[in-house]
């Protein structure tokens, strides 16, 4: 607002104001600054919701939708979340004494809270927080405490607090319950005294303009961060990015004044892998150990690659599955003698059917012929077993070919190192540094978790597509899971020309 006087040149801005909700509670006590960015920087590219991100909410919401099932004569409030109209519903609710109200809505302290159960009880209420998790974490009883703040504080006299969570040791379709139910109501009681400081506290935040905070564990706590790159330093050599070292001592290092990898003082102590990515990052160039000709040597004859991908639903959808339990629905498969011809074949199930019969025998027709088949990380090994537990007729077939798995990340991770891996042994770290190959250059979806929810939106969701989206869809999940195994044709091709004696084909 620009003064009143002429000449004045200053400009006073009114200060921000914004109210808390449960999660932007949980954010603000991991970092004042996410708190203020998340608020007024709402369409911030950070915040942008992926397909993979969008699957996980619409799961969350499914359980959420089970869990008022367990709860008879409850009735929800139904109103969006920024309608006015849910608080005088809640009392509404409330006041007809109905057994529980889900999605109670309560603001106090400038705090919002919609409570997901919200259950009558020895003439009082329990405060029922549903998660997706098979656990109880310390976010959801942060979670929980919020909330039963601001019902105390809008008058309801909450006795009983409890997380319910998806049960780890359900197996579909039961008998045992899908649902666990945990009493937090001592850990909750513990945590209610600094509440009204830090509401007051984040409050003060969402007032003034971004604040400046330091880098520290808490950007890679259980919360994770969207902004953590707009606050760490850049840089593949940058001592935040040594491989395995945990984050207190790469803090330490930080704030001793050393921000480089190479300017590690002389006798820190490092493991091998670790000083192996020191000497890269000293010398500017890919270091290769001796042993990388004997690890590559079972590497030799018809040689398979594979790769699975595959969906985790949070309520299991196949017999013998537990919640979010991955299950290979697609797999690729290259195959040939090194540096080819290789041919290759590829599998994707198709929507509304349990694949993992087909699957699995045709997994085992591909593969029958290679003397070894080769994976990157043992995720396809996992698969394998399971497999084994799901289509039993096919067990003494998927061993054998189990027998015959080699694991490529270990070729790597004890041998090489490139300064471009920036401490990362993903394949999407490892062959652009080696072999110049993108998968942003390549492929249109960006990794495995989005090629996940692409691939429950095709087998669970595919009426809600047209037959040229579909067609589309497939295309997609095909092209990214050939990539993964054309990838680790491509990057042995290039380690055996690193060890020297093999001609390494383009």
Known sequence: MQGGGKGDDVTVVPKRSSRLSKSRFVKGRQCPKRLWLETYEPDAPELVVDDAL?????????????????????VLVEEQHDDPRRLPRTRELLAAAVPA?????????????????????NGGFALIEVKSGTSVKDKYVLDAAIQTHVARRAGLDVGRVEIMHLNGEYVHPGPADLFVRQDVTERVRALLPQIPSEIAAQLEVLAGDEPTVAIGPHCRDDNGCPFIERCWPGGAGHVLRIHGLGYAKRFELLAAGIPA???LPPGYRLNGVQARQHRACVSGEVVVEPGLRDALAPYAGVLGFLDFESVGRAI????????????????????????????????????????????????????????????????????IRKMQRFVPELADELGRLEARLLDLEKVVHR????PAFAGSFSIKSVLPALCGIAYKDTVEIADGGEASAELARLLFYSGTLSPAERAALEKRLLEYCKLDTLAMVKLLERLKGMAGGWHCWA
């Not at 909410?57 to 004569?73: C, K, M, N, S, W």
């Not at 290679?370 to 090994?381: G, I, L, Q, S, W």
């Not at 041998?415 to 490139?418: K, M, P």
Request: aromatic share 12%; charged share 25%; glycine share 10%.
């Open 54 to 74: 969008q699957d996980i909410f619409d799961q969350g919401t499914e359980v959420g939708r089970l869990a008022r099932e367990r709860f008879p004569g409850g």
């Open 101 to 121: 109200i889900f999605e109670a809505t309560f603001v106090e302290d400038d705090t919002y809270a919609a409570i997901d159960v919200l259950l009558r009880e």
């Open 261 to 263: 990898i190479a300017a």
């Open 316 to 383: 299991p959808v196949w017999d013998g599955t537990r919640p979010w339990e991955q299950i290979g629905v697609q797999f690729s498969y290259h195959e040939g003698k090194l540096g080819g011809p290789y041919r290759h074949e590829e599998f994707l199930a198709a929507p509304g059917t349990d694949p993992r019969g087909e699957v699995a025998r045709r997994l085992v027709a591909a593969t029958r012929l290679a003397d070894r088949v080769v994976m990157y990380t043992p995720f396809e090994k996992t698969q």
């Open 415 to 418: 041998t090489v190192y490139h």
